[in-house]
T-cell receptor, first 112, second 113 residues
Framework: GEDVEQSLFLSVREGDSSVINCTYT??????LYWYKQEPGAGLQLLTY?????DMKQDQRLTVLLNKKDKHLSLRIADTQTGDSAIYFC????????????FGQGTTLQVKP | DTEVTQTPKHLVMGMTNKKSLKCEQH?????MYWYKQKAKKPPELMFV???????INESVPSRFSPECPNSSLLNLHLHALQPEDSALYLC????????????FGQGTRLTVV
């Protein structure tokens, strides 16, 4: 079935690293995404990873994928106050619809 | 340019009103989507258009009527809505299929009174 789970809240100090975790249940997931949503705004695509990859790095962002455990994580290095937002992981399947299944979202609070 | 533009940004409507939400993209994307997002919840898919044809309707009530006049535009016509339909309505577009990046607009904050 389609199910994506995330922890709801994470609080870090400015300058620390943040790690946001996500688990998914469907082994046919092909692509996994991280989106950021600031208050009152739409969703900003941060990065994505194909299911046959283990890791992807993009500047301060590192995505790790453990396909065996169906576990995805997003690490933000040197977290800034501007990183405070809700982070959604999402998955799509091998079908051609492009439908995204979202997790519940993790609220990241960055304290100065 | 990865911009998806939605208008209006805010909309207040009565339960007997008819209104429309608009979405536009100029990235040449062939798939466009409507999502509904309630407060503190993830977006939920409503409709998918692929090559200007409706390909997915996630059992959305008929008081929501999507329209895709051309490959760059997507509308959502609203009629006889209920207060529980108040939400953020998000439009997205992508090249289509899995593994393509979906870009979202800023959304329309809809309040039904």
């Amino acid at each position: 079935g389609e199910d994506v789970e995330q922890s709801l809240f994470l609080s870090v100090r400015e300058g620390d690293s943040s790690v946001i975790n996500c688990t998914y249940t469907d082994s046919s997931s092909t692509y996994l995404y991280w989106y950021k949503q600031e208050p009152g705004a739409g969703l900003q695509l941060l990065t994505y990873i194909f299911s046959n990859m283990d890791m992807k790095q993009d500047q301060r962002l590192t995505v790790l994928l453990n396909k065996k455990d169906k576990h995805l994580s997003l690490r933000i290095a040197d977290t800034q106050t501007g990183d405070s937002a809700i982070y959604f992981c999402a998955e799509t399947y091998s079908s051609n619809t492009g439908k995204l299944i979202f997790g519940q979202g993790t609220t990241l609070q960055v304290k100065p | 340019d990865t911009e998806v533009t939605q208008t209006p940004k805010h909309l207040v409507m009565g339960m007997t009103n008819k209104k429309s939400l608009k979405c536009e993209q100029h990235m040449g994307h062939r798939a466009m989507y409507w999502y509904k997002q309630k407060a503190k919840k993830p977006p939920e898919l409503m409709f998918v258009y692929s090559y200007e044809k409706l390909s997915i309707n996630e059992s959305v009530p008929s008081r929501f009527s999507p329209e895709c006049p051309n490959s760059s535009l997507l509308n959502l016509h609203l009629h006889a809505l209920q207060p529980e339909d108040s939400a953020l309505y998000l439009c997205a577009s992508s090249q289509g299929g899995s593994g393509t990046e979906a870009f979202f607009g800023q959304g329309t904050r809809l309040t039904v009174v």
